[in-house]
């Protein structure tokens, strides 16, 4: 048996066996979208609302942005610590945001619409805050060091809570231009939902800011270094500024932002990158999928304009292409998997990257479907073919069904439908992550235990236990398992059970699309019976 056909006989029986797991498990979407929103108001800092549903949580961070005259008092902690990071927390509300524009109906009809909003808003309301001045962006509160040695809660937090900005002799092009996505992409949110003042003022500060990362163009944690060890900048900004642009062209209809995005697509890279990875940091399919959409969506392009949307398309199709392991030309063409199927990009919180891969291909499996087109997975001409042991590949064409099934796949193996019968959306069926890597759930709550709990003390007596967490993480996806399917449910295990705002945000928009495709399955046979 030669080299070739054992992998394509290895293939057949991880699609085999996967088929079948799939088929064994139905899974309940909407208490998944229930779960995933709750999770946001775990994340939360500042002083919580009366309306608060996860009640072992309580104020923290309320003298943010003190010691530098501002008030920073809100937002979100990024993961299982208390610094709040600017980057992440703006790209988290991008997605949720845009999970409710292409599913908020399936969010409403969930009964859920209202949570959905509110976990945009805890965002927004902050980064109103932080952004002081046109061109001056508040980007981080607290230093990952100092807070990465204690294990407190964020009630008691001794750590340093310095913020960091950026400005015109500072700048930060990423961050700005990921809050001016954020925040143009949210004013459309609740320019829908009837709130067209404050749809206004979101829009304002996301024009502000774009302009300020366009004029002062310079990468983020050259300026705020102390960034560097936690979410440095690996694809630059120009991603980011033609995410920016083509967002604010959605928001205001404004023809100089598809200029922009059209104007500097090469140069930018935008129509040149071909990428399996879509991140926090790379935003590059992300904003190549949002450029296809409008292929459908603009009526009056130039043929010009339709050549350079179309170049951004078969890099967007690149990208679902890998993930779905369906382009000509062998691995180095395609995303990794693990021996059940699940995309795998990195150890290191893995799971980041599959949510936000099949949010994006649930997206781009409706958009295929509205154009009638099929998604097509091209040869590269130049590609080394020694992969395929010198065989010539041939184009691969997918129906956007398929795409769509796939999306499901991984949802359902996030669920549960894995190796491990675990799902890695905590709180959801019976087994789930018990020993998160996150300092508040792993803690006594303030409300029962209202003695201070040191630094040190608080690896001593929580940390270092080996019992589960008192209080559950509902809602959040940690990073989940490793190349081979095996998990270690250990707080110390943190690149496997430390959970992220933007794990979660990507799956509002895919649980509320598969919630809609169970539904409709459920209908087709009932009438076939």
């Not at 005259?69 to 991008?94: E, S």
């Amino acid at each position: 048996m030669s080299d070739v056909t054992g992998r394509f006989v290895l293939a057949a029986a991880v699609a085999v066996a996967s088929l079948v797991m799939a088929a064994a498990a139905r899974h309940d979407y909407g208490d998944a979208l229930s779960k995933s929103l709750l999770y946001f108001e775990s994340q939360r800092s500042g002083r919580l609302p009366y309306n608060q549903r996860v009640r072992w949580r309580g104020h923290s961070g309320l003298t943010d942005g003190l010691e530098q005259g501002v008030d920073l008092v809100g937002g979100y902690y990024d993961a299982g610590d208390h610094v709040k990071f600017g980057l992440p927390m703006a790209f988290t509300v991008t997605m949720l945001s845009w999970a409710v524009l292409e599913y908020g109906d399936q969010i409403a009809a969930a009964g859920e619409g209202a949570h959905a909003l509110q976990s945009i808003k805890w965002g927004t309301d902050y980064f109103i805050k932080a952004h002081t001045a046109p061109n001056e962006l508040w980007t981080q509160v607290g230093d990952g060091d100092s807070d990465h040695y204690c294990w407190q809660r964020p009630e008691d937090m001794t750590t340093s809570r310095r913020a960091y900005k950026v400005d015109a002799e500072h700048p930060g092009s990423e961050v700005a231009a990921e809050t001016a996505a954020a925040m143009a992409a949210a004013s459309i949110v609740f320019r829908r939902a009837g709130d067209a003042h404050y749809a206004h003022l979101l829009l304002h500060h996301a024009q502000q800011l774009f302009e300020f990362a366009d004029k002062y163009r310079g990468r983020y944690d050259a300026s705020v270094r102390v960034v560097k060890s936690y979410y440095p900048s690996a694809s630059g900004y120009n991603d980011e500024l033609l995410w920016a642009a083509l967002w604010l062209h959605r928001a205001t209809g404004g023809r100089e932002y598809l200029d922009y995005a059209v104007a500097n697509a090469d140069d930018f890279g935008g129509t040149g990158w071909g990428v399996s990875e879509f991140s926090w940091d790379i935003k590059y399919p992300g904003l190549q999928i949002l450029a296809s959409k409008l292929l459908l969506e603009e009526k009056d392009l130039s043929s010009e304009y339709r050549a350079v949307l179309e170049k951004y398309r078969a890099k967007a199709e690149f990208y679902v292409c890998s993930n779905m392991n369906k382009n000509p030309g062998g691995a180095a063409r395609n995303a990794p998997r693990t021996p059940a199927g699940l995309i795998f990009i990195r150890p290191w919180n893995n799971l980041q990257y599959v949510t936000n891969a099949v949010f994006l291909l649930t997206v781009h499996s409706d958009l295929l479907a509205a154009l009638g087109e099929p998604l097509r997975c091209t040869v590269d001409e130049d590609a080394d073919t020694s992969d395929t042991g010198g065989e010539t590949a041939a184009d691969v064409v997918v129906r956007a069904e398929e795409v769509l099934a796939f999306a499901k796949t991984q949802a359902d193996y996030i669920l549960g439908t894995n190796p491990m019968e675990t799902s890695y959306l905590v709180g959801y069926s019976d087994k789930y992550p018990r020993r998160v890597h996150h300092r508040a759930a792993s803690t006594a709550s303030f409300a029962d235990e209202k003695g201070f709990i040191g630094c040190a003390q608080g690896f001593d007596s929580w940390y270092s236990a080996g019992e589960e967490n008192p209080h559950d993480l509902v809602g959040a996806v940690v990073g989940g398992p490793d190349g081979e399917d095996r998990f270690n449910d250990q707080r110390g295990a943190y690149m496997q059970t430390e959970a992220c705002t933007y794990n979660t945000a990507p799956m509002v928009g895919v649980f509320s699309r598969l919630m809609e495709l169970d539904a409709e399955e459920r209908l087709r046979e009932q009438r076939d019976l």
